[in-house]
């Protein structure tokens, strides 16, 4: 069965200092990837995804993550974080091998901006 | 366009009560989850339906809990008798074609089971 694995629960960083979030996934023949926030209070929202084509994503507010085959890997950066970027942050993976396109999600990753 | 809709935002029951959500998908939204966040954890699929059917419901605890989709629209979850271990949130997510991965979500439900 799919797993994701976010090998950090918890990440301080100060304001403006570039950050890196961690995820990998069991390997799978084919695979979706999604990076999720979740700001104090709300729902998860869809920060960026990967369906095929260029291993390089970009979300609207500076984002980025790498898909990387080879090692199964799907880490999120930012070179500049922001006080409003606290909030956790949920990597996702749907394996559309099987019969349902269910998101197996993380334990999640707490960014905590400092000013 | 309006975002996935779900009530009551939070609940507090009794354990052994009895308890129900409600979810109302993004427009034109075949494909409507149910999962389960339990504090501290990612969320978890409970329950995942194609219009009005069951594509996958391998995960729900049949025995207190119960989900419907009649007219393959708004949808309802049930727990029934509820336990400790129950309080969560219930996220309710839509997505306008399966299998193109896109979920949107609604803001959830926290129930608390004393």
């Known amino acids: 069965a799919q797993s994701v694995t976010q090998l950090d629960s918890q990440v301080p960083v100060f304001e403006e200092a570039p950050v890196e979030l961690r995820c990998n996934y069991s390997?799978?023949?084919?695979?979706?990837l999604f990076w999720y926030v979740q700001y104090p209070n709300q729902g998860l929202q869809l920060l960026l995804k990967?369906?095929?084509?260029?291993?390089l994503v970009e979300s609207i507010n500076g984002f980025e993550a790498e898909f990387n085959k080879s090692q199964t890997s799907f880490h999120l950066r930012k070179p500049s974080v922001h006080i409003s970027d606290t909030a956790e942050y949920f990597c996702?993976?749907?394996?559309?091998?099987?019969?349902?396109?269910?998101?197996?999600f993380g334990t999640g990753t707490r960014l905590q901006v400092f000013p | 366009e309006a975002g996935v809709a779900q009530s009551p935002r939070y609940k507090i029951i009794e354990k052994r009560q009895s308890v129900a959500f409600w979810c109302n998908p993004i427009s034109g939204h075949a494909t409507l989850y149910w999962y389960q966040q339990i504090l501290g954890q990612g969320p978890k699929l409970l329950i995942q339906f194609q219009n009005n059917g069951v594509v996958d419901d391998s995960q729900l605890p049949k025995d207190r809990f119960s989900a419907e989709r009649l007219k393959g629209v708004d949808s309802t979850l049930k727990i029934q008798p509820a336990k400790l271990e129950d309080s969560a949130v219930y996220l309710c997510?839509?997505?306008?074609?399966?299998?193109?991965?896109?979920?949107?979500f609604g803001p959830g439900t926290r129930l608390t089971v004393t």
């Open positions: 990967y369906l095929s084509g260029s291993t």
């Open positions: 997510a839509s997505s306008r074609i399966r299998g193109a991965g896109e979920q949107y």
């Open positions: 390997s799978s023949v084919s695979v979706y």
């Open positions: 996702a993976v749907s394996d559309f091998s099987y019969n349902t396109d269910k998101l197996i």
